[in-house]
C-alpha cells in the first residue's frame, strides 16, 4: 500500500488533528506515495532495529524521531545517525505520539493492564474511584507493569481517588484532584510540590507506562487486515 492510504487509516482511528501544539506526529520520513512493504511497530526506533530492517518498511511509533527543529545533519549524533540510515534503506516513520495518548493509551494502560475502570477522561488524565490501602494499590501496581521497586511521594494509608497520565505527566499535577496520581519520570522538584500539596504521587516509569503502545496499534492494523510486526524497543535503563 502506499503510505497516503496508511496514513488515512491512522488519522480515522486517532487524528493528528488532536495532537499537542509542541508534539510533532505524523509522517516524519518518506513520501507520501510511497509504497511499502512491511509495516513496523515499535515505541522508539533503534541503531539495532534499523539495521535489522527490510528495505521499504513503515515504522509506526510513538516517540517522534524528529521532536525539535534540526539546523545540521551531523550523521554521528543523534538522530542525524538514525536519519542516514532510513534513507539509505528506504524506510519511512509515522509518529502518533500525544493525539495516541488522549484517544487511546492511557485509557487502555489504565483499564486493560492495571485494571481499573475509567470514570472521567480529561485529554491525558484517566480517573477512577474505590478504596485501597496504600500496600495493596503498590502491590497491585508492581504486579501488574512487572517492577520490583516503585518511587513513591506522600503515601497514603488510604486512597480513595486514582489518577493516571502514561508517559512524563507531572506538569499536569495542578489539574489532578485524585489522592493518587500515577505517572513517569517524577523529578525531584515535582516531589516537593506534590508533598506541599499533599498529593501522593507513584512513578511507573515512562517506558513501563508506554511500552504497551504497540499492542494497542498492532490490534488496530490487525482489524484493518495490515500485517505487522513488533520491533519493541529496549528500556535504556537498567536496575542494578
Given at each position: 500500500m502506499k503510505i497516503e492510504e496508511i496514513y488515512n487509516q491512522l488519522d480515522a482511528i486517532s487524528p493528528f488533528t488532536l495532537q499537542e501544539k509542541w508534539d510533532n506526529?505524523?509522517?516524519?520520513?518518506?513520501?507520501?506515495?510511497?509504497e511499502v512493504k512491511h509495516i513496523s511497530v515499535a515505541l522508539d526506533i533503534d541503531v539495532h532495529m534499523l539495521d535489522n530492517a527490510k528495505e521499504d518498511t513503515l515504522f509506526i511509533v510513538h516517540h517522534p524521531l524528529i521532536f525539535s527543529g534540526l539546523k545540521q545533519l551531523n550523521f554521528s549524533t543523534y538522530p542525524s545517525n538514525l536519519l542516514e540510515i532510513m534513507v539509505q534503506k528506504r524506510l519511512s516513520l509515522i509518529a502518533m505520539h500525544t493525539n495516541f495518548d488522549k484517544t487511546h493509551l492511557?485509557?487502555?494502560v489504565f483499564e486493560n493492564i492495571l485494571g481499573f475502570k475509567c470514570t472521567s477522561q480529561d485529554d491525558f488524565i484517566c480517573k477512577t474511584t474505590?478504596?485501597?490501602s496504600k500496600d495493596e494499590l503498590i502491590k497491585l501496581l508492581k504486579e501488574k507493569l512487572g517492577l520490583e521497586t516503585l518511587r513513591v511521594v506522600s503515601p497514603k494509608n488510604r486512597i480513595n481517588s486514582i489518577?493516571?497520565?502514561?508517559g512524563s505527566g507531572a506538569s499536569l499535577m495542578d489539574e489532578i484532584d485524585s489522592d493518587c496520581f500515577l505517572t513517569g519520570d517524577i523529578k525531584y522538584h515535582d516531589a516537593t510540590k506534590a508533598m506541599s500539596?499533599?498529593?501522593?504521587m507513584v512513578d511507573i516509569g515512562h517506558y513501563e507506562s508506554e511500552k504497551f503502545f504497540v499492542d494497542v496499534l498492532l490490534n488496530k492494523l490487525e482489524n484493518l487486515s495490515h500485517f505487522a510486526i513488533i520491533s519493541q524497543s529496549k528500556n535504556p535503563f537498567e536496575i542494578i
Amino acid at each position: 500500500m502506499k503510505i497516503e492510504e496508511i496514513y488515512n487509516q491512522l488519522d480515522a482511528i486517532s487524528p493528528f488533528t488532536l495532537q499537542e501544539k509542541w508534539d510533532n506526529s505524523g509522517l516524519l520520513i518518506g513520501d507520501m506515495q510511497r509504497e511499502v512493504k512491511h509495516i513496523s511497530v515499535a515505541l522508539d526506533i533503534d541503531v539495532h532495529m534499523l539495521d535489522n530492517a527490510k528495505e521499504d518498511t513503515l515504522f509506526i511509533v510513538h516517540h517522534p524521531l524528529i521532536f525539535s527543529g534540526l539546523k545540521q545533519l551531523n550523521f554521528s549524533t543523534y538522530p542525524s545517525n538514525l536519519l542516514e540510515i532510513m534513507v539509505q534503506k528506504r524506510l519511512s516513520l509515522i509518529a502518533m505520539h500525544t493525539n495516541f495518548d488522549k484517544t487511546h493509551l492511557n485509557r487502555f494502560v489504565f483499564e486493560n493492564i492495571l485494571g481499573f475502570k475509567c470514570t472521567s477522561q480529561d485529554d491525558f488524565i484517566c480517573k477512577t474511584t474505590g478504596s485501597w490501602s496504600k500496600d495493596e494499590l503498590i502491590k497491585l501496581l508492581k504486579e501488574k507493569l512487572g517492577l520490583e521497586t516503585l518511587r513513591v511521594v506522600s503515601p497514603k494509608n488510604r486512597i480513595n481517588s486514582i489518577a493516571l497520565t502514561t508517559g512524563s505527566g507531572a506538569s499536569l499535577m495542578d489539574e489532578i484532584d485524585s489522592d493518587c496520581f500515577l505517572t513517569g519520570d517524577i523529578k525531584y522538584h515535582d516531589a516537593t510540590k506534590a508533598m506541599s500539596q499533599n498529593l501522593m504521587m507513584v512513578d511507573i516509569g515512562h517506558y513501563e507506562s508506554e511500552k504497551f503502545f504497540v499492542d494497542v496499534l498492532l490490534n488496530k492494523l490487525e482489524n484493518l487486515s495490515h500485517f505487522a510486526i513488533i520491533s519493541q524497543s529496549k528500556n535504556p535503563f537498567e536496575i542494578i
